[in-house]
């Protein structure tokens, strides 16, 4: 095969499209064929469609087997005190679950903080159905199998200008993270239990599920996910999360409807379905929303008939209260302005050190500014020059 240059942005979305609904849909076929069935069925295709990078990256390899163990661990956590506590009310066990996993995230060190929000779903999980050994084995076979197809796929059709393995700028950021080694786990810990922001979010993770009963939510799961998914410790950070998480649960049922509605359930729609999913974010510019689009198509798996019928647009009500809580906690407990303290820093940033802080706030101080209608801030002159 000649050498080819690098793919056009529209030849990488569709080559990444189909790698998704490719993986997608040999999970399907594969879960199926070794006896696994219902919500099994979704994690595989899920996990599968979510492993694939659009961009062709390749994930470091130690992330799977820690994301096996450490999913393994939260789920089989959440089966365990749901078969210990079975006669306890369920959002007494979902808060103390809630709270447990938000102490483990206290442990993971920096390489694996990203896996925080796995970590805060996994272990709630089997609370939302019937808690078992046997669905915790199928769940994380399911698991284990979209991790390996998915990463498979990927890699045989991966375009020969992006097969190298070698990625110079997440090099540069291992290197800098390498001269900082992280503290030991206890000292980790008391670090986060001295953190205002870890106790706002425990306790409103644990009471999230309550609080959506109270309210009427028909699934009072998502007002979970959205505190423990979207609640920042900057004001700017939560409200870029919310924009991006509502955009995504948007646009990714609109798949589902049209697809399923005309060729029903198999693994050719579910295929076209997350395939499509990943189109049309990247048709309407939403990439940082691709990974909320593709669960909120992957939902249908479990159950296509109360999808439509009611599911749809109660799930989005009820993200959207998720947001709403997620927003208001910020607001009203221990609020922090990444805008503020932007402007604050701008003003006095003169060393390397105190720059890089300023570019990793810039973000979050542009959301605020955007969402107030104030001009986006930027950095000094200082920080945009190349460093040697």
């Not at 070794?34 to 390899?61: C, E, M, Q």
């Not at 980790?188 to 939510?217: D, N, T």
């Not at 950095?379 to 020059?385: N, Q, S, V």
Request: charge should be positive; hydrophobic fraction near 55%.
């Amino acid at each position: 095969m000649a050498t080819e240059g690098p793919s056009s942005p529209l030849a990488l979305d569709l080559r990444a499209a189909l790698v998704i609904g490719l993986a997608a849909a040999l999970t399907h076929a594969a879960c199926e064929g070794v006896g696994l069935s219902g919500s099994s069925l979704a994690y595989g295709s899920l996990i599968a469609a979510l492993v694939v990078r659009p961009d062709f990256s390749r994930w470091p390899l130690m992330i799977y087997p820690v994301l096996l163990v450490l999913v393994g661990l939260c789920l089989a956590i959440g089966v365990s005190l749901g078969l210990a506590l079975a006669n306890v009310p369920q959002v007494f066990v979902f808060g103390l679950v809630a709270a447990l996993m938000q102490l483990i995230t206290l442990t993971l060190p920096s390489q694996l903080r990203l896996l925080s929000g796995v970590v805060a779903c996994a272990g709630v999980l089997p609370l939302l159905g019937t808690p078992s050994w046997e669905s915790w084995r199928d769940e994380l076979l399911a698991i284990a199998l979209g991790l390996v197809i998915g990463t498979l796929v990927q890699r045989v059709f991966t375009p020969d200008p992006y097969r190298s393995p070698e990625a110079p700028q997440e090099s540069a950021a291992a290197a800098r993270e390498a001269q900082a080694p992280d503290p030991p786990v206890g000292q980790r810990i008391a670090a986060g239990m001295r953190s205002p922001f870890f106790w706002r979010k425990l306790v409103f993770a644990s009471l999230a599920l309550a609080i959506g009963e109270g309210l009427g939510a028909l699934t009072p799961k998502y007002l979970y996910f959205g505190v423990v998914l979207l609640l920042n410790d900057s004001i700017g950070a939560t409200l870029a999360r919310v924009r991006d998480r509502m955009v995504g649960v948007s646009l990714g049922v609109l798949m589902p409807v049209l697809v399923f509605n005309t060729l029903g359930l198999s693994e050719v729609s579910i295929g076209l379905v997350m395939a499509g999913t990943a189109l049309l974010m990247a048709a309407f510019n939403r990439r940082t929303s691709l990974r909320t689009a593709l669960i909120s198509s992957g939902v249908a798996f479990i159950g296509y008939g109360p999808l439509v019928a009611w599911y749809i647009p109660n799930r989005w009500i009820d993200y959207l209260m998720g947001c709403g809580l997620a927003l208001l906690v910020g607001l009203l407990f221990f609020p922090n302005s990444a805008l503020r303290r932007f402007n604050s820093l701008r003003a006095s940033a003169r060393d390397p050190e105190q720059l890089r802080g300023l570019e990793a706030l810039l973000p979050a101080a542009r959301e605020e500014a955007r969402w107030l209608g104030l001009p986006e801030p930027d950095l000094p002159a200082a920080a945009t020059m190349p460093s040697r």
